[in-house]
């Protein structure tokens, strides 16, 4: 390790006017945190968990890997991470048995993380039936770091009701709820999300924002003098991930002045959150003759992956979702080869071959988003690792084919080491409707919230840390 000149605090801000920055993991910061390590140890960097939702399900014939153990093959749909594959962990035969009820859509995603059945209304009196994991674990360790979380997505708030089946379309745009009738709204809008985290709040509450100023002009000079009092190392750490600023602030530029995208208010949609007791964000409205132009939607998702990720590098939070898309997502995929129509469409296949093509193009590319932040987060150096050594990142549906809206044998993966706790590299298939809570309550153990039972969960997931472990399936 070079050697600092002054030690900082993992605290440490680069500020200027109306922002504060927070800062990647340095040398300097690691002989505080490992004093502060209870006695004494090695310091170890945080594991952050995040919850990438895709709605809509997957073509059920390529989805599933070939082989058992390390010994097994990416299936079409996951062959777009093959660069991470030893970073993998392919969960077969896992079940979320309280959704296995009601409509097609919404109460697989409103209880995707709840692990609960929501109650059937067509109202705002929504009830999910529990806490999702991720505020679970904001309630206990959201203290420890400016944000308690980040919800982030692509799609605004879905209002009205689906007569097809009597919910209200609220359902299937939330999937953290911090109580069972809290939903918390997500950000759809990459500079505001991106404000979130480099602006001060108190800049936010009065006003004082200079939005045509980039937000490390503001702070070059304290970014200089941090500089000079650290090692070698880490300014090149810190040169690093300024240009990583710098990129993102770049890209949100462009898609806000370029493609002069207009990101507005929907004031119904603050409305019922507002009725609910939910956090105000902002939302786009998605009528298309409120904008000029949409954003291309590849690069509006990357862009708010690219957030959480920095969200992550910076310690601003631990814990974040991003939903793909919400409930009954219809978003016209055509911008693929070979793809003509909208998601939803094509998931009802109907077990015809030229759709089910289409569909498995669709799946792939969420598959090759997924490669795409898990690519990033390989390029953060933490400590002896990476940010995605560090990390636990949950990708799935909360159904498994959108024909049959079946929540049995999910398409479900998790990427990362978990702080060196999850042999990844491998496919593992469980038993017959294993309960997907005990995937959530090992995820939950591991970033320093462990819970007894967690909804159905029967105890946690077994041999997530053995590399030797096979599953005993009967049958």
Known sequence: MSQPFRRITRRTMLRGLGVAMGLPWLEAMQPAAARAIEGGGAWRPPVRMACL???NGVNPHAWTPEGIGRDFELSPILAPLAEHKDDLLVLTNLMNRATDTGDGHYVKTAGWLTGTTITRTTGSDLDSGGVSIDQLA????GHMTPLPSLELGVDPVTRGVDTNVGYTRLYGSHISWSTPTTPLAKEINPKLAFDRLFRSQAAESSGNIEDDRSVLDLVMEDARALRSRVGHADRLKIDEYLDSVRAVETRIAFDAEGRRARYLDDPDARRDIEAL???IDTYVHDAGHLQERELDHT????LMLDLLVLAFQTDSTRIGTFMFG??????????LD????GFHQLSHHENDDEKLEQYKRINAWHSAQLSY??????QVREGDGTLLDNAMVLFGSGLRDGNRHDPHNLPILLAGRGGGTLATGRHLRFGKDTPLCNLFVSM??????????FADSTGPLPGLDNPDFVPVVSG
Do not use: Q
């Not at 932040?373 to 390989?378: A, V």
């Open 53 to 55: 939702f895709v709605p």
């Open 138 to 141: 904001a309630s206990r360790i």
């Open 277 to 279: 007791g939910g956090r």
């Open 299 to 302: 690069e509006h998702v990357r």
């Open 326 to 335: 919400n409930a009954v997502s219809g978003k016209d995929f055509s911008f």
């Open 338 to 341: 070979g793809v003509r129509g």
């Open 373 to 378: 932040m898990l690519g990033r987060m390989r």
């Open 444 to 453: 939950l153990d591991r970033v320093g919230t462990p819970v007894e039972r």
